[in-house]
Each structure stands twice: as structure tokens, then as C-alpha cells.
């Protein structure tokens, strides 16, 4: 397939003025100079969710080299981003960055954030580009409506006036409801429901959240009946669990959650990976070695001493018991709660503000190789108004700079099927 570079004078509108939205922007404006490209953002800011994630520090992506393995981060759109990635990666986007003088850190958990430590050098990053390249920026420019007329210009009415343009990139970002999505179902797209995806759990009835701010560095999350779970640190809150072990779980489980209402309960391995088997050997060795000891001055697992005081209480097990007084009823007590500690979740919390959706236009209707739509040519999708979402780490900020480069990259050619 021969693409023919058609830019001149062309006019691209992109709607939505988020990370994927102005990522679309720049790419459109430096693979072709001459077409008139505009962003139109609904609010009074752009970059919004950008200047929060993170925590105010913007994880901008995740420092993984292996196309399969960072695509096996997304619960939704993993073969669509591992083609994606063939065009542009983390590394490309580290190097975007650095070459506009944003020094960017990468730490051991492989997590990339710029060296600034504030979300404000991207943003800033960004809107120094869109100037320099005369890319008109409109906030407060709601779209209204689009439709395309028989030469197959595309039509919007904003709250302020009527765009006709050539090309159209949509990064509206996730939508917390399907009505957010009708407009493009109503051109024929086929909308997969969106349903919240990275949250955290409530346990309004787990006394638990009373060692709020208790974290356990390696600890392993699954769902009561199902075989999804989550890996990692587990972070105790005064509303119950979050950390990325509980938000793997939350992006991996988001439809099956949804459908439970966000009822069910969790099995918690305090423990990682470690078996029935291998712990029984354990305490067995901790009773021989450390017989005298009492149990509140001595735990030989890596966790807080206060979650293990809390433990032994909920067994019903005397603290000042010690470690060779301990009957095998005792025993199994702690060989259970140590690897299957039952807690019952009503209701979620968005984590961090950062609201990330499963859902949106179906990835079967999108050609990968230019996020353009099969149905309606001329038409580009970037970002999270597709359907796909990662699980926390940079990788939802991955997806946005890679579909936003190819949209952009794209709009401007003409694809000559026919070659």
C-alpha cells in the first residue's frame, strides 16, 4: 500500500486536548508542515489529566524495550499496541522528549518520569511545540456534531462556529458513559461499553483499614472464584486496599467486576508466592529455632509487625504466646490467613483521580497501521477513546504518544489501495 502525501493546505482538526490529542497535533504538524492543523479542547485547560497523573509527576511511560511484553500491559488492546509499537515505542518516546530538553529519570521499577519531577515540564514541553509549529489551540470549543458531506469533508459545529476540514483525529479520551460515545455510534462505529478500569477497593466493613498506610512491598491478590490476580505492593487505606497489586487486579478484572457490581471478596497472599507446603516448613523451623520466643517479638515473614499483630488477633491467637506453645490448630489458623486472607469489597474508588475506562471504539474497526477508521476514511482515532487501557506504570500515557504519532503521521497521506 503506496500512501501519497496530500497535505498541502489540508486541514486536520483534532478534537480532544489531552496527552494523545496534542501528541496527534505535533506529529500531524511535523510530518506535514504545510497542512492547517487546530486542537479543540471542551474545557478551560488542556492537558488536565497529564498535570495530575502521577501524582502531580507524570509517569510518562514505562522503560521496556520488548514490543510483546509491553504490550502484554494492556487488559485491552495488547495484539492492536504490540503492531502499534513497530512504529513508535518507549524508547522513541524518551528520545522525543530528551530532544526537546526534557531530561526524563528512569527508575529501578522501570518507571520514567522527567527528571523535574513535575508534570508541568511536559505540559510546558508541549505547548512550547504547538507554538513554535503554528498549531492553533482553541479551549472552551465544545463539538457539537460532525458530519461529512458527499465530497467528503467533515463538518463540526462547535458551541462557536462551523470547521470544515479535510481530516479529523478524535482523542476525546475515555468516557464514563456510553452517551459520551453516541455521536460515534451514530456514524456507524460499533461502541464497546465502557466500564471503569484502575481503582481501588472498599471494604467499608474490614476492620484492616485501621492500619491505614500499612504497605506490604511483595504481596499476591485474587479474586474469590476466579483465577484473575494481582501482583506486587499492596497499600493499606482508610478505605481498604489499593497499591499496584489491587490496581493490576482492577484493570484485568474491570468488566467482571462491573457485572458483580463491585461486590465480591479477595484473597490476600501476604507471603508473594510462597506455597502451603513451603510455609509449613517455615514455622516448623521457627518453632525449633526460635521455640522461646513469643510470637509479638518475633515473626520470621517480611511484613510490617504491625499487620502480623493484626493477624494473630483475628485468628485469636495471644500474642504473648510463644512460638513452641503453638497447636496445629493454631498452626492451620496461620497457614491459612497468612496465604488466604478473605476480605469482602463493596464498592470502588478511582484511584488518584486518574480515570482510566475499558471500553470505547471497537479496535476491529480501526487499521492499526494508521489509526484511521475502516469506515469512514479520513477519520483517525488516538488514545483512550479506543478500546484500550493499561494498568498503571505509564503505560496508558504509552498508548496515548504512540496511536497519537501514527494518527498524526497519517492524517496527512492518502493511502493509494489500489498500489
Known amino acids: 500500500m503506496e500512501n501519497k502525501d496530500i497535505s498541502k493546505g489540508i486541514r486536520i482538526s483534532v478534537i ?35 498535570k495530575i497523573s502521577g501524582g502531580g509527576r507524570c509517569n510518562v511511560c514505562h522503560d521496556e524495550p520488548n514490543h510483546r511484553i509491553l504490550a502484554e500491559r494492556y487488559p485491552r488492546g495488547e495484539k492492536f499496541l504490540k503492531k502499534a509499537f513497530e512504529q513508535f515505542d518507549a524508547a522513541d ?11 526524563l529519570k528512569i527508575y529501578p521499577d522501570g518507571c520514567v518520569f522527567p527528571l ?50 479535510e481530516r479529523v483525529i478524535v482523542t476525546t479520551g475515555g468516557q464514563p458513559k456510553i452517551t459520551g460515545l453516541q455521536w460515534l455510534a451514530n456514524m456507524g462505529h460499533h461502541i464497546i461499553p465502557p466500564v471503569p478500569s484502575l481503582f481501588t477497593f472498599n471494604m467499608p466493613n474490614e476492620p484492616i483499614k485501621n492500619l491505614m498506610g500499612l504497605v ?22 482508610h478505605w481498604g486496599m489499593s497499591g499496584p497489586a489491587i490496581l493490576q487486579l482492577s484493570a484485568w478484572g474491570a468488566r467482571i ?45 517480611p511484613i510490617p509487625s504491625r499487620l502480623w499483630s493484626y493477624l494473630l488477633e483475628k485468628n485469636h491467637i495471644s500474642s504473648t504466646v510463644r512460638w513452641n506453645e503453638l497447636n496445629l490448630k493454631h498452626i492451620n489458623k496461620l497457614l491459612n490467613t497468612l496465604l488466604n486472607d478473605r476480605y469482602q ?8 483521580e486518574e480515570f482510566v475506562t475499558a471500553g470505547g471504539v471497537d479496535l476491529a474497526e480501526i487499521e492499526v497501521q494508521r489509526m484511521e477508521s475502516k469506515k469512514i476514511p479520513g477519520l483517525f482515532f488516538a488514545g483512550e477513546i479506543m478500546d484500550i487501557d493499561g494498568i498503571t506504570g505509564g503505560f496508558n500515557f504509552q498508548a496515548a504518544w504512540t496511536t497519537g504519532f501514527i494518527a498524526g503521521k497519517y492524517a496527512g497521506l492518502k493511502a493509494d489501495k489500489s498500489g
Not at 501476604?270 to 507446603?277: C, Y
Not at 516448613?281 to 513469643?294: A, S, V, Y
Not at 469489597?345 to 488518584?352: A, E, I, L, P, S
Open 116 to 165: 523535574s519531577n513535575s508534570s508541568q515540564s511536559i505540559i510546558d514541553c508541549f505547548l512550547r511545540e504547538a507554538q513554535q509549529l503554528e498549531i492553533a489551540c482553541h479551549l472552551q470549543e465544545s463539538i457539537q456534531s460532525m458530519e461529512i458531506d458527499a465530497h467528503g469533508l467533515f463538518h463540526l459545529q462547535t458551541t462557536q462556529k462551523t470547521l470544515i476540514c
Open 345 to 352: 469489597v463493596k464498592g470502588k474508588t478511582t484511584f488518584k
Open 93 to 103: 518516546t524518551m528520545r522525543w522528549f530528551q530532544e526537546r530538553n526534557v531530561a
Open 16 to 50: 480532544g486536548g489531552g496527552a494523545a490529542g496534542f501528541f496527534a497535533a505535533l506529529s500531524a504538524k511535523k510530518h506535514h508542515p504545510e497542512a492547517e492543523v487546530s486542537i479543540y479542547e471542551k474545557t478551560t485547560h488542556f492537558l488536565s489529566k497529564v
Open 216 to 237: 506490604v512491598e511483595k504481596a499476591n491478590v485474587r479474586i474469590e472464584g476466579h483465577k484473575l490476580t494481582g501482583k506486587g505492593p499492596l497499600l493499606i487505606t
Open 257 to 301: 467486576l462491573a457485572d458483580m457490581n463491585y461486590e465480591f471478596a479477595i484473597l490476600v497472599n501476604w507471603l508473594d508466592d510462597t506455597k502451603e507446603s513451603q510455609l509449613r516448613d517455615m514455622l516448623e523451623q521457627t518453632r525449633k529455632n526460635h521455640g522461646g520466643k513469643m510470637l509479638s517479638n518475633f515473626s520470621p515473614f
